[in-house]
């Protein structure tokens, strides 16, 4: 993982504010930290099974760790996990693997005991053992990944992000293959819009969606061999990205990490505020699914530009920042490392309004100096684009040259056709053409960019800061949970016990036990160094 | 009917020149001088048929191995005749937020209850966040900003019969739903079925309102609804509708009692206005 490289000052901002909202934001949050830490959700446990392997779902098409936790919840609870008496009943029963105990257990064939003494020693250290080689799989795909890019290359910034969404797998690969040739840097493959509220994951490759593919391993796994094979054709490393929001975050982190995902959707209130998800459920499945990541080695993207999609990109510029700096405090805590922060932020001030590119350039280079190692995503207009294709593209194009200038790491490609339709073949095409454009003329306008310390710019940016530490002083005498309970994020008032996937929330018991979570805690040995080695190679690329 | 002609053609830069310009992409590759000539022709050809006589392909562009894009300017034959034009015009008038609260209250003596909703598996609450949140849309602040109605916003992916229970829970006179999810039809079926619910839930059903950019306003009655919004709609026009359609007009002399502006609840208070930006 890179460390993040230096970012050039270009602001005026008082370093004792920034220390300020950073040490707000931590006290915000601890307290969901602590409740994370003792509770534990369906999609946890699942995803330790998950982690240990078990796929497949009934003629249904629900998941086996679906049915296996159903199982075990109803006989002996989750407070205790899913794991010791799982592996306790695997032993027990003599099965071959996870995939024969859930289908006995499915059909109410089993019988689960919390176990005491030697038994509960062997099944924890049966699961542990399991758990162990799940998150090797996990380790081994990110040396695979480190070997890719030391075999091709690693793309220069700002990586150029694109989207595909057609709903069907087989359709989603050549265009993201196409993508990839004409430049993308990154190939993000949207959801079903159905999948976030889904509590379990779809099974198998998919070609049905709507307005979106779903993310079930097996896609996964799919479109990063298509990716494989285009960024040996190119020479360059093309990654892949995909959705853990939603009731699944820690099992879709889970398998993003097992089969190579390099960036994922990953944010700390989106699925509380825009999806009506509850907010415990929420954080706690976050803090999971986050640790995964960390594992992984994948690059999370936070939702921030979401806020600015129906608020005023001026007014609400401060919850901007306010939320990076609860995903950054959340992030770190699950072990995310700052080059692994792809904090979120949008290019969507009103055209119309005076100098609102001079207010871009504030609100962006802001950002870039507050997170000076986070691989920032930058997300194009969407809400002023009206319909009229060609003023479009031209702010398409301030939007390219404000990521440039303010050296944004990640550009999400902007098309003119936003809000039509999803985008043609050629919509695409020109909007690549458009940032290569900007890239080209104008990539190196950022080293002679220096705004006049307190000029317009300038001032803006502090304003910002200021708004964002009051904004977090008002959270931290309410408390986060209350915060958002009383609309604090908007009119949308999200109770703590109030949403979706509240009745998925356990509390731990004394005796907890997960083998995943227990590894992922444990300080990491640090991986040995990518060895591109021809064979290695060939292996990341062999298709089962 | 005299005035302005009735005939018209595209204006380029001269009156009746009929020109026009358009940019589509056909299946076809743009390699060798060959297959450029032949992409050129295929495109020429379309222009053709479309009615474009003589039409140019000013821009080629090959997008990969298998596709050329083409930018094509053309004279077209084909005349517009203005009196065949149908446009369903507003039957309602636009009112300010000070006319739609007086209305309501001299109108209904009570609160109007709005209930609104995504429905299906539409997780895109943008419009209907933009129609009802006070922060509003377009300038013009949403329905809970004003006083007169109360507000239920269920949020998104919300199933048919639970929007009809809570409707009737809510007293709803007026039921409003978001789609924006338009693959396979999704916005046409899920609006079928949510009227065709509340129809079969009894004769006093709420006026059913729905709203997104790919509906066609004037499909109120082939999907059993009172209204259909399109693209770009603004709260107030939606506001200034369930007055028309659920309050009895006013007598003249209140209704020129022209009220000042409301006093603004939400922005009076510090940091309310920013943080209705959050919720989006």
């Known amino acids: ?544 | 009917m005299t005035g302005p002609a009735q005939i018209v053609r595209p204006y380029g830069d001269t009156t009746g020149d009929g020109r026009v310009q358009l940019s589509f992409t056909l299946p076809v590759p743009f390699g060798t001088p060959a297959e450029r000539a032949r992409a050129e022709g295929a495109a020429a050809q379309l222009a053709a048929k479309m009615g474009l006589e003589p039409a140019m392909v000013v821009h080629a562009k090959g997008m990969g191995p298998d596709f050329t894009f083409f930018i094509v300017y053309g004279r077209v034959a084909h005349l517009v005749d203005l009196s065949e034009v149908t446009v369903a015009e507003r039957e309602f008038p636009l009112l300010s937020a000070a006319e739609v609260n007086l209305r309501i209250r001299a109108g209904l003596g009570r609160k109007l209850v709005v209930v609104g909703a995504c429905i299906g598996t539409d997780a895109h609450t943008v419009g209907i966040d933009a129609i009802l949140n006070v922060k509003g849309h377009a300038g013009e602040k949403g329905l809970e900003y004003y006083r007169e109605i109360r507000v239920v916003n269920l949020g998104s992916q919300v199933e048919v019969p639970d929007l009809v229970e809570r409707a009737r829970a809510e007293g709803a006179d007026a039921v409003l739903v978001s789609q924006v999810v338009t693959q396979r039809d999704a916005h046409i079926s899920n609006a079928r079925e949510m009227a065709g619910a509340f129809a079969a839930a009894g004769p006093d059903r709420p006026l059913l309102v729905v709203g997104g950019p790919r509906f066609d306003p004037a499909m109120t009655a082939a999907l059993g609804v009172d209204k259909i919004f399109g693209k770009g709609t603004t709260p107030r026009e939606v506001a200034s509708y369930l007055v028309h359609a659920l309050t009895p007009p006013l007598p003249d002399a209140a209704a020129a009692g022209d009220q000042d502006g409301l006093p603004e609840p939400a922005a009076g208070e510090p940091g309310a206005a920013s943080h209705a930006g959050a919720s989006a």
């Open chain 1, 1 to 544: 993982m890179e460390t993040g490289s230096a970012v050039t000052r270009r602001l005026s901002l008082d370093p004792a504010v920034v220390a300020a909202a950073r040490d707000l934001a931590r006290r915000a949050g601890q307290p969901i930290v602590e409740m994370a830490r003792t509770h534990t959700t369906v999609s946890v446990e699942r995803a330790v099974l998950r982690l240990a392997g078990l796929q497949g779902a009934d003629d249904d098409g629900m998941p086996w760790v679906n049915r296996l936790t159903d199982a075990v919840r109803e006989a002996t609870g989750l407070e205790h996990g899913v794991a010791l008496p799982a592996w306790d009943a695997l032993r027990a029963g003599g099965y071959a693997d996870l995939a024969a105990l859930a289908r006995d257990a499915a059909a109410g064939r089993v019988k689960f005991r919390i176990p005491g003494g030697a038994d509960a020693r062997d099944a924890r250290a049966a699961a542990t053992a399991a758990l162990a080689r799940g998150i090797g799989r996990i380790d081994a795909q990110r040396a695979a990944r480190d070997q890719m890019i030391a075999a091709t290359s690693e793309p220069p910034k700002p990586w150029i992000y694109l989207i595909v969404a057609t709903g069907d797998i087989q359709e989603d690969i050549p265009q993201a293959q196409a993508a990839a040739r004409e430049g993308a840097d990154i190939i993000a493959v949207i959801r079903s819009t159905g999948q976030s509220l889904l509590d379990y994951v779809p099974e198998g490759a998919t070609r049905e969606g709507f307005a979106g593919t779903y993310a079930t391993q097996e896609n996964f796994r799919l479109m990063r061999a298509a990716l494989d094979d285009v960024s040996r054709e190119l020479g360059r490393y093309v990654r892949l990205t995909n959705y853990a929001s939603g009731l699944c975050m820690p099992e879709i982190a889970s398998l993003a990490g097992l089969e190579r995902l390099d960036m994922m959707l990953n944010d700390c209130m989106y699925g509380i505020i825009f999806r009506d998800i509850n907010p415990r459920r929420t954080f706690i499945d976050q803090r999971f699914s986050r640790q995964i990541h960390a594992r992984a080695g994948i690059i999370i993207n936070t939702g921030e530009d979401n806020y600015l999609t129906t608020a005023d990109a001026v007014d609400a510029a401060h919850t901007v920042v306010v939320s990076q700096l609860l995903n950054e405090y959340f992030g770190k805590e699950a072990g995310l490392a700052d080059g692994q922060l792809g904090l979120g932020h949008a290019f969507e001030i009103n055209p119309a309004v005076p100098d609102s590119f001079l207010l871009e350039l504030a609100h962006a280079q802001l950002v870039r100096e507050l997170f000076p190692a986070a691989p920032l995503k930058y997300m194009p207009p969407t809400k002023h684009m009206t319909g009229n294709v060609f003023a479009g593209y031209l702010l398409d194009a301030f939007f390219n040259l404000c990521g440039v200038m303010t050296d944004q790491s990640i550009l999400l490609i902007g098309m003119m056709t936003e809000g039509i339709h999803t985008p043609f073949l050629s919509d695409r095409d020109l909007a690549l053409e458009n940032v290569r454009y900007v890239r080209e003329a104008a990539g190196r306008l950022g080293e002679s960019f220096r705004p006049v310390p307190g000029g317009f710019i300038d001032q803006r940016a502090g304003q910002v800061l200021g708004e964002s530490v009051e904004l977090l002083r008002r959270i931290c005498d309410d408390g986060l949970l209350n915060a958002i309970a009383d609309g604090t994020f908007g009119i949308t008032r999200r109770p703590a016990d109030g949403g979706r996937g509240l009745d998925g929330v356990i509390e731990q018991a004394d005796g907890y036990f997960n083998p995943a979570a227990d590894i992922l805690e444990r300080p990491q040995e640090p991986l040995p160094p990518p060895a591109a080695s021809p064979a290695a190679l060939s292996e990341i690329g062999a298709k089962p």
